[in-house]
């Protein structure tokens, strides 16, 4: 569905290459997670993709064709939803929706059902410009969806969002993938891409260090040890134990026979515990 390849891009009056020979592709159905610290480059990638920067060098290939070749039907095949919401303040959700919907060739369906489903039902008469940020974020997230696209690019899904209200759009997401919507994601918000994408790209001052599944490079990155905590004699204590071997392993055979135990955990490394492994900076 996407395909790029040596993508560069420079911004106006800017001596910096922004984007340094990116070469990433997504097939239909994945979600593909971009990820990286503020300024890293997942923005203005994203950007590129949907058109609204230009002037790069290389190739961004959507669904077989060059972007550069794409007239305004490419906006039916995609959904976009960014970091800061894009609505009309002086409308209402439900104005909001009706009117942007009317931009589609396909019109949007159950625009209600999209309301109820992410808790603004009781809003949908509201003015947009007296929502919280949160509330916005939402109603975002139904505009980039609601013309049901191909492609859907969101930039931090769950930027502003409570727990309850990020776990709804997490769901959402997972359920457009099980429909075979691809799903470009840019966020720096590592449990996020865990429990959402297929592959994740870690980007870095415009440079892509690595592209794997999450847990591929949790588990290359991570220590082959396994931490137990159990009880003894009312003390906790903690041991961590090679995996190699494990079931030969007598301190493991008497700790499982003897004491109670607590907690048992693999030592496989957290996503930015791996970002900063091979980039050297934090995710901030």
Same mark, same amino acid.
């Given at each position: 569905?996407?395909?790029?390849?040596n993508l560069q891009f420079?911004?106006? +009056?800017?001596?910096?290459e922004?984007i340094?020979?990116?070469?990433f592709?997504?097939?239909?159905?994945?979600?593909?997670?971009?990820?990286?610290?503020?300024?890293?480059?997942k923005?203005t990638?994203?950007?590129?993709i949907?058109?609204?920067?230009?002037?790069?060098?290389?190739?961004?290939?959507i669904?077989?064709?060059?972007?550069r070749e794409w007239?305004?039907?490419?906006?039916?095949?995609?959904?976009?939803a960014?970091?800061?919401?894009?609505?009309?303040?002086?409308?209402?959700?439900?104005?909001?929706l009706?009117?942007i919907g009317?931009?589609?060739?396909?019109?949007? +369906?159950?625009?209600?059902?999209l309301?109820i489903?992410?808790?603004?039902?009781?809003?949908?008469?509201? +003015?947009?410009?007296?929502?919280?940020?949160?509330?916005?974020?939402r109603?975002?997230?139904i505009r980039a969806?609601m013309?049901?696209?191909?492609?859907?690019?969101f930039?931090?899904?769950?930027?502003g969002?409570?727990?309850?209200?990020?776990r709804?759009?997490?769901?959402i997401?997972?359920?457009?993938?099980?429909?075979? +919507?691809t799903i470009?994601l840019?966020?720096?918000?590592?449990d996020?891409?865990?429990?959402?994408c297929d592959r994740?790209a870690?980007?870095?001052?415009?440079m892509?260090s690595?592209?794997?599944?999450p847990k591929?490079?949790m588990?290359?990155?991570?220590?082959?040890m396994?931490?137990?905590?159990y009880?003894?004699?009312?003390v906790?204590?903690t041991?961590?134990?090679?995996?190699?071997?494990?079931k030969d392993?007598?301190?493991?055979?008497?700790?499982?026979?003897?004491?109670?135990?607590?907690?048992?955990?693999s030592?496989e490394?957290?996503?930015e515990?791996?970002?900063?492994?091979?980039?050297?900076?934090?995710?901030?």
């Amino acid at each position: 569905m996407i395909n790029v390849r040596n993508l560069q891009f420079t911004y106006p +009056k800017s001596s910096n290459e922004a984007i340094k020979g990116l070469n990433f592709s997504i097939a239909k159905g994945e979600v593909f997670g971009f990820l990286g610290p503020s300024g890293a480059g997942k923005t203005t990638t994203q950007r590129l993709i949907i058109g609204l920067l230009r002037g790069y060098s290389g190739n961004i290939e959507i669904m077989n064709k060059e972007r550069r070749e794409w007239d305004y039907n490419f906006y039916e095949k995609i959904g976009v939803a960014f970091d800061f919401p894009n609505l009309y303040k002086k409308l209402t959700a439900e104005e909001n929706l009706k009117l942007i919907g009317s931009y589609y060739k396909t019109a949007p +369906k159950d625009i209600e059902g999209l309301l109820i489903r992410v808790g603004l039902e009781g809003e949908r008469r509201k +003015k947009v410009e007296d929502y919280s940020k949160g509330m916005k974020m939402r109603l975002n997230f139904i505009r980039a969806i609601m013309h049901d696209p191909e492609i859907l690019f969101f930039d931090e899904p769950t930027s502003g969002l409570d727990p309850v209200n990020a776990r709804i759009i997490k769901d959402i997401i997972l359920e457009l993938k099980n429909r075979g +919507k691809t799903i470009f994601l840019t966020t720096h918000h590592m449990d996020v891409a865990e429990q959402l994408c297929d592959r994740v790209a870690f980007i870095n001052e415009g440079m892509i260090s690595a592209i794997d599944q999450p847990k591929n490079l949790m588990v290359q990155y991570g220590k082959p040890m396994l931490k137990v905590e159990y009880e003894k004699d009312g003390v906790v204590h903690t041991e961590k134990l090679s995996l190699d071997h494990l079931k030969d392993n007598l301190i493991f055979e008497d700790i499982l026979k003897n004491h109670q135990i607590l907690t048992m955990h693999s030592q496989e490394a957290t996503l930015e515990e791996v970002f900063i492994l091979l980039n050297g900076r934090a995710l901030i």
